[in-house]
């Protein structure tokens, strides 16, 4: 009998599907995976951006990644929107329990809207408790910013933070200009490594960094190895965009369908 491979995510609600717990989803299941849910913040978002924000307390997001995780035989776990102090605290507890799970970490500071995802003092403790436990963390250029205060951002910022963490960063590169989106995969003592797509000029890109993020943990989740799962990820993330250039959404569309 078939046995569904789990992935985990631990990450914010956007009422309006774009992005969060919603495009995790959509991506996890697409890549042939089962997702399961623990939900960090409740956010009001519309077609002008996210209009409220609300955490989940962080004693009720630590009993839930306590129950889900002695309950289900997870392959792989992804965070996104972590939102505070409290949150990052009970999400490095749970791991620790569990040291064979593979965890990949979205550094989701802020809404493309502008609104702040994650306190200041977060990110610090995100950069020191969550991402040495990472097989891999995806930043784009200003997350790679804020967690490496090593000037930048580039190349070199990016691979002198994978050297100090001890684990890959892979550094998005959608934010950029050119014709080529490039990602590179940085990680310590090695070199880095490129992966390259068409840049698809398209307002439907909401939710793409945590759909990227996901689909990589749902492809690790089901053994590929790190480079396979982005270079597989990105592809299909790229289809999507692609085939959704031109939908008529209401507001910004989703960059994963
Ligand atoms: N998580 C939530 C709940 C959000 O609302 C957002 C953006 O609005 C994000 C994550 C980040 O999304 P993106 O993949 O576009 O970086």
Redesign the pocket.
């Known amino acids: 009998m078939p046995t569904p491979t789990y992935v985990l995510t631990v ?4 009422s309006s599907g ?4 919603q ?1 995790d989803n959509r991506a996890i299941i697409a890549a042939g995976a089962f997702p399961l849910n623990v939900v960090t ?1 409740i ?1 009001i ?1 519309s077609p002008a951006g ?1 209009l409220a924000a609300r955490p989940v307390p962080a004693k009720f997001v630590a009993r839930q990644l306590q129950e889900l995780l002695q309950a289900y035989p997870f392959a792989a776990v992804k965070s ?2 972590l939102v505070d102090v409290e949150i990052v605290e009970a999400l490095a507890f749970a791991l620790e329990k569990y040291p064979g799970l593979k965890y990949v970490c979205d550094p ?1 500071l802020r ?3 502008g609104r702040s ?1 994650l306190t200041t003092e977060a990110v610090a403790l995100l950069r020191e408790r969550l991402m040495p436990r990472a097989v891999l963390t995806t930043p ?1 250029l200003d997350e790679l910013a804020a967690l490496s205060g090593l000037g930048g951002p580039d190349l070199s910022s990016a691979q002198a933070l994978a050297q100090e963490i001890g684990q890959a960063i892979l550094l998005k590169g959608g934010h950029g200009s050119g014709a080529e989106c490039d990602d590179w995969l940085l990680r310590a003592n090695a070199k880095p490594q490129r992966f390259t797509a068409p840049r698809i000029h398209s307002r439907n ?7 990227l993020a996901s689909g990589i943990a749902a492809r690790i989740a089901q053994g590929e190895n790190l480079p396979t799962a982005i270079c597989n990820a990105k592809e299909r993330l790229q289809e999507s965009l692609q085939a959704h250039r031109g939908d008529d959404w209401t507001g910004d569309g989703p960059g994963f369908l």
């Open positions: 990450s914010g609600s956007d774009g992005a969060g717990l495009a913040a956010t978002q996210v996104g929107m989701v809404a493309s809207s995802l784009n890109t909401r939710g793409t960094g945590c759909a």
